[in-house]
């Protein structure tokens, strides 16, 4: 006699990331969850992972966008840096193609999420931490990192958040302390992905 439940499932859809460009709220945990009580072990699961992207980027359009950077524009107050108390690390639905930025690394990659053998409930694959060593290629200031998503349809099929073709947009993580770089150096970034939610800052 079979042990196992009559009503497991054999495929899981997986919706990622929103058009915003973040990923879905809760998503690693939620897939998780569906493994551990509604798929059948040889389920598959489409995308079946996702690699995560960057680019480090100087963009003062991007920075003015998303906190005060001038008492100019509050009439005159002096009441930037109470506001900017309340500003979020997350930039979403920015489109880098038409974004005014200086790219000041090439895209490099993030992280990879592996949805049929790495994510558990009872893992620390939930929540990931790394550190990154990314090489500059021009001078400027690095104001943000954009993110940007590919997903891995099958061992063939991959799509692209970045591409224009598709409805995504892409998302940003705004550093808290913009810093200058030079051509042939390098910036070392810590990446947090916790809850579904991703982190990056400079490590001093």
């Not at 958040?161 to 892409?170: E, F, G, I, K, V």
């Amino acid at each position: 006699m079979d042990d196992e439940p009559s009503d497991l499932v054999d495929l899981l859809i997986v919706d990622v990331v929103e058009r915003s460009g973040a990923m879905r709220q809760q998503l690693i945990q939620d897939i998780a969850l569906a493994r551990s009580r509604y798929l059948h072990p040889s389920a598959s699961i489409i995308p079946y992972g996702v690699g995560i992207h960057g680019i480090c980027i100087e963009s003062d359009t991007l920075l003015e966008e998303s906190q005060v950077l001038s008492d100019d524009n509050t009439l005159g107050l002096h009441i930037a840096p109470f506001i900017n108390m309340y500003k979020t690390s997350t930039h979403l639905d920015i489109d880098l193609s038409t974004l005014p930025h200086q790219s000041l690394t090439q895209p490099f990659h993030v992280l990879d999420l592996d949805f049929t053998h790495d994510i558990d409930l009872d893992s620390h694959s939930l929540d990931t931490k790394t550190c990154l060593t990314v090489p500059v290629t021009t001078d400027g200031t690095i104001h943000a990192v954009v993110l940007w998503y590919t997903l891995c349809m099958d061992d063939e099929i991959t799509v692209s958040t970045l591409d224009d073709a598709t409805h995504w947009n892409q998302s940003a993580i705004i550093l808290d302390n913009t810093i200058k770089v030079s051509n042939g150096g390098s910036v070392d970034l810590k990446v947090s992905l916790q809850n579904s939610c991703i982190d990056i800052s400079v490590i001093s």
